[in-house]
Every structure is written in structure tokens, then in C-alpha cells.
């Protein structure tokens, strides 16, 4: 793993680095080689450090008993962020640090997998954030991001999409997915729009007319 980054310019997405299960070394390494900044949560420092990343900046309560200072020498230049309020998780504490920071966009590894309250977190309270900070979450299976009430993109026929509502979604339609929506509800727990796919290489579009609603594009 390289041990620095390099950036092609300010807009590109930050990088979070989180504690959960790993990512596979070639995704972590395409995700660094672009990113203007990385950030890494107090609990995944010594992993990271292990796999040679230089690291931007280091955010977290600091409660597991280790003194982040150690950690300026080694990996200067470095900030230590202290977050003490219990109330968010370190995740959230990350994307309100981008937020201030007035970065537009961030991709999140190593938010999935291992403790199941955690993934579930991770993933659901990225709606606080929109319209604040455009944040898509990767592993070595999914994308997972917040839809706006209109997206299209063109994806190639098979892609497996899924369309997970946070709590309840109204007004979903779509064209060009092998199970179409229109004018649908979802609703977590109930009904969820999982195991989907691209009918045909192009574009898909998805609306909704409210609620919260996460696309998975999923690697079998």
C-alpha cells in the first residue's frame, strides 16, 4: 500500500477510514490514490498505520487508552481532531469535520461489516447529511449512497441494484430496471426494493417524490 497520496485537484472526495471489516487493497488503494485528505477514526489508527498509509487527519474521543501525540512524528504532517461528545458516533463527528471544512464530498471505507449495530448506523444516518455533504459509503461488495428525488446514470445490463428506504419512501418510479417501480412505497422492514437489476445497458432513472432512500450497487 503506498504510503503517501496524491491529488488531482481540491474537488475530488476525502476519504474516511472507519473500523470495521476491511476492504480489499486494491479498492483502499484507487480510493487513496485521489484523495485530497484522510481521515481515519481513532479505533482503525494502528490498522492503518500497519498497511504504510500516510494519514491527514486523526479524529476521534481517544478513549481506548493510547496518547494520539505519539502519532505526529510518524505521520507528519498530521492533525489530531479531539471529538468528546458522546451523543454522535465518530463517524458523524468525521462528517461534520468535512462539513466545517467546507469539503463537498467523501467516500467511507471500513464502515460495514464486523458488529452489526454498526453497519446499521453507518449506514442510515447518512440522510442527516444531505443537501450538506455527498457521502457514498464502499466495500468489497457495495456503493451504497442517498438518492436525490431525481437520479439517472447509465449502468450495463445485470448491474444488481437495490433500493433500500430509510423508514418510509413514496412516489417511486423507475425505468430501465427489470423490476419496475411506479409511483411505489417502500417502506423499511415491510417492503424494500433489494435484488434489482439493469434491464438493459443505459440509462436508469429513479424518482421519488419524499423520504430517504439508499441505492446499493451490489457486487455478487
Not at 175 to 182: G, P
Amino acid at each position: 500500500m503506498s504510503s503517501h497520496h496524491i491529488v488531482r485537484d481540491d474537488q475530488e472526495p476525502a476519504l474516511i477510514i472507519a473500523n470495521g471489516a476491511a476492504c480489499n487493497a486494491e479498492l483502499l488503494g484507487q480510493l487513496l490514490e485521489w484523495s485530497p485528505l484522510v481521515v481515519v477514526l481513532d479505533s482503525a489508527i494502528e490498522r492503518v498505520i500497519e498497511l504504510g498509509i500516510k494519514v491527514d487527519v486523526l479524529l476521534g474521543d481517544f478513549d481506548r487508552g493510547f496518547d494520539p501525540e505519539i502519532y505526529k512524528t510518524s505521520q507528519y504532517p498530521i492533525e489530531i481532531v479531539y471529538t468528546p461528545d458522546q451523543d454522535k458516533t465518530d463517524l458523524e463527528k468525521a462528517f461534520d469535520y468535512l462539513i466545517d471544512k467546507k469539503i463537498p464530498a467523501v467516500n467511507v471505507v471500513w464502515a460495514t461489516g464486523k458488529r452489526a449495530d454498526h453497519t446499521i448506523t453507518n449506514l442510515t444516518q447518512i440522510v442527516r447529511y444531505r443537501n450538506l455533504l455527498k457521502i457514498v459509503i464502499l466495500d468489497d461488495h457495495s456503493k451504497i449512497f442517498l438518492l436525490p428525488n431525481k437520479f439517472e446514470k447509465w449502468y450495463t445490463e445485470r448491474t444488481p441494484i437495490s433500493l433500500i428506504p430509510i423508514g418510509v419512501v413514496n412516489g417511486i418510479s423507475s425505468n430501465n430496471l427489470k423490476y419496475e417501480l411506479q409511483d411505489d412505497t417502500l417502506t423499511m422492514g415491510y417492503r424494500t426494493g433489494s435484488s434489482n437489476s439493469v434491464a438493459k445497458d443505459g440509462i436508469v432513472t429513479i424518482t421519488h417524490k419524499n423520504g430517504d432512500l439508499l441505492l446499493m450497487e451490489c457486487i455478487d
